[in-house]
């Protein structure tokens, strides 16, 4: 059982935009910042978003993160069928000594 | 170009101790700032950080299983060896190496994954 807890999956038609939200506690998210992974099957995951809401070199800007207290969101606006992947949210968490994951959340476009 | 490579055994008993190697490029554990993380995925569920190691020899492990991790360094190779002891059939997943990013506070570099399958 992950201390981030995600949606398990969140859905759209092409085009839309959709939110994943993750929640967490003041020993994760609440005093760290949060890192999005984007996982197709089969492959490793791959670094969406640092720091709560930056973006990488290469990432599109329709993935946005954000923050507020102990939640933190992943955005994906103007969907498109390659972006059916599995998200994660992450952030170090002090009582565990290290980063954590959530639970992981299965984006599928209608 | 930085690369991460997990080796080590596909399928291991009950019991046994299992020993993977990571070996990568492109960036040393000398350097500050630096770690390299296990993180597995049991089939179909969720990743979970195992042990990380830094530059400076912080290592930090997964509380609930730190009794059955040791992870260490070799700068010399650039490789990083986790091991795990007594595996069990819930231990099966896909086991990989991240570079982790002290600055930025990140998994920025991935491996590509080894399929470990505990059974008898």
């Known amino acids: 059982q992950s201390v981030l807890t995600q949606p398990p999956s969140a859905s759209g038609t092409p085009g839309q935009t959709i939110t994943i939200s993750c929640s967490g506690s003041?020993?994760?998210?609440?005093?760290?910042?949060v890192e999005w992974y984007q996982q197709f099957p089969g492959t490793a995951p791959k670094l969406l978003i640092y720091?709560?809401?930056g973006r990488p070199s290469g990432v599109p800007d329709r993935f946005s993160g954000s923050k507020s207290g102990t939640s933190a969101s992943l955005a994906i606006s103007g969907l498109q069928s390659e972006d059916e992947a599995d998200y994660y949210c992450?952030?170090?968490?002090?009582?565990?000594?290290?980063?954590?994951f959530g639970g992981g959340t299965k984006v599928t476009v209608l | 170009q930085i690369t991460l490579k997990e080796s080590g055994p596909t399928l291991v008993k009950p019991t046994q101790t299992l020993t993977l190697t990571c070996t990568f490029s492109g960036f040393s554990l000398s350097t500050n700032g630096v770690g390299v993380a296990w993180i597995r995925q049991p089939p179909g569920k969720a990743l979970e950080r195992l042990a990380l190691?830094?530059?400076?020899?912080?290592?930090r492990y997964r509380p609930s299983l730190k009794s059955r991790l040791s992870i260490t360094k070799d700068t010399s190779k650039n490789q990083v060896v986790l091991t795990v002891t007594n595996m069990d059939p819930v231990d099966t997943g896909t086991y990989y190496c991240?570079?982790?990013?002290?600055?930025?506070?990140?998994?920025?570099?991935w491996g590509q994954g080894t399929l470990v399958t505990v059974s008898s």
């Open positions: 003041s020993s994760n998210i609440g005093g760290n910042t």
């Open positions: 720091g709560d809401g």
């Open positions: 992450a952030a170090w968490d002090t009582s565990l000594s290290g980063p954590e």
């Open positions: 190691i830094y530059w400076n020899d912080d290592k």
């Open positions: 991240a570079r982790r990013n002290y600055d930025t506070s990140t998994f920025d570099y």
